[in-house]
């Protein structure tokens, strides 16, 4: 088996419900990413989504990956690892590279006619899970909606998002607990601060919700970078510190482990692919720390926490696939995560939705996590959300905004002929044939994605730090 072409095909949709954090209250009302597939000389093809940036990074790594044998993806790996080395596997080229690692995981598994979680020996398909609601715009009547029907599907553990009002988030915090509360035993709390304060911010803030809840762990008190300042948060506070989302390979972790920085070690697909992420995993399970999975499209991530030894719970963003164009061989059941036996990570495309949905560029006003930047005030003190902060949050989840109607994104991909393609590409009726071509970003679009930044301040209502006295 030879990979012949690596294809990608930018997308954006709108999403059910506002997501923010404490950089950005408004929210979010749309999620792009760009679906990437692999071909082969065989009819067997790896899937994967990646992010926006990553077809920057697939560009520069494909060279590693035609005309070799995708089952020795292991190998293929470090070769791509070796490639970046002088920058090294961080920002776009990490992106790339871990979605070509997972469609490579993906198409292995495919190719042994196995789901991933059994060719990984995983001893059960279930993975327990906790609902994350990305919930910071949402108002308490949306939060209690969203909460309840997670616990009514099982989960009994719950994450918040927190950091710009801390009595405005115990009361949030009470409402998920109360919404979750099953014959009166009260669910796992755990609360993200998304980075946002400084380490002694963190003690303060975190001593005051510990005085009336019982937390299961707070997540990215500090700044990633603060590993000093983490270990001092953990130190000086009842609940566990989660933390390593954002780093990118196993080597950023090592300083954790040495200087006490988690008590548990997030781990997650961006972590340079499943297999980056299995590295960390197995770091963590060394230094006798559990680990916690972070969310993922179509939850594909659950197939590698089903394999770990030491994973502990993994984050569920919603009950159901929320990306339109895919499907996904797996379920919610009692609070897990169940795995289906679909060969590789069980996900299929619809080609029809895929083209309505497909973009050159997505608008970066409305779409994706973390476009907003880091909010000020981060690690100094706290802005709470500004009224246009607030409007904003109220719009319905799929509603646009004065800021995000630039003309210079969110265009439709593609034209009649490129249409025709995808469906070949996607369509049932040609899966046996070698795939055509899939429309991508041209070199001007490309550079348009990359310097595309939002405007300073107003346009969001973004704050400026308040006076001091």
Known sequence: ??????????????????????????????????????????????????????????????RVLIGADPRQNAGLWQSMVNTIFKSGNNG??????????????????????????????AKSNRVLAYASGGDMPLNDEQLTAFYGHMASLGFRAAKLKIGLDIEEDAHRLALVRDVMTVKGKPPALMVDASEYWSAKQAVRRIARLEQEFDLTWVEEPVQRADYRGLAKVSSHIRAPVCAGENLKNVLEFQTYIEHGSADIVQVGRMMSGFTGAMQVGNLAYANGLPC????????????????????MILEVHDDEVEEPMLKADNWIEDGHVVLGDSPGLGMTVDCDILKAHAVEAPRPGRSGAGWSGRRPGAGLMEVPATDEERRIAALPAGETHDADQSPRFGRRAGNDRQA?????????AHAGRRPQIWSRPDRNEWRGLAGARPQAGGSRGHPALPALP
């Open 420 to 428: 025709w393609r995808c469906n070949r590409i996607l369509s049932p």
């Open 92 to 121: 776009v080229l990490n992106e790339g590279l871990a979605a070509l690692d997972i469609a490579l995981w993906d198409l292995k598994a495919k190719s042994y006619g196995e789901p991933l979680w059994r060719l990984l020996g």
């Open 1 to 62: 088996m030879k990979i012949t072409e690596i294809r990608t095909q930018l997308f954006e949709y709108p999403i059910k419900r506002r997501r923010g954090d404490a950089h950005d209250p408004g929210g979010r009302s749309h999620q792009n990413g760009a679906l990437v597939e692999i071909l082969t000389d065989t009819e067997h093809r790896g899937f994967a989504i990646g992010s926006v940036n990553s077809v920057f990074g697939i560009a520069r790594l494909k």
């Open 292 to 311: 916690a999975g972070s969310d993922s499209e179509c939850k594909v991530f659950a197939h590698v926490a089903a394999a770990l030894p030491n994973h």
